[in-house]
């Protein structure tokens, strides 16, 4: 499998194993996301899913979780979780 220099991390690891949405961001995500940030992001992901009660057939619910992922891995000086939410 490809290497990546991850944008979140900075290190040089694992790309992930596949593109994750057919979309721009899901693109962007692929090619500058390693996959162990991939993996941090999905355990945030379903922590928001549980904590906000989501409803991820729900548009307003896909476009909170797409704004939050956005922000996690690509945000610079962010903290992990966002605002309101614990820091697990």
């Not at 899913?49 to 307003?60: F, G, T």
């Amino acid at each position: 499998m490809a290497n990546v220099t991850c944008v979140r991390c900075g290190q040089t690891r694992e790309q992930m194993a596949f593109r994750p949405f057919q979309n721009e961001l899901g693109l962007r995500v692929f090619e500058q996301i390693c996959g162990a940030c991939w993996a941090e992001w999905l355990k945030l992901q379903q922590q928001l899913i549980n904590h906000y009660a989501l409803n991820v057939r729900d548009p307003q619910a896909k476009q909170f979780l797409f704004q939050q992922m956005e922000q996690f891995l690509f945000a610079k000086g962010s903290s992990d979780a966002p605002p309101g939410m614990p820091v697990v």
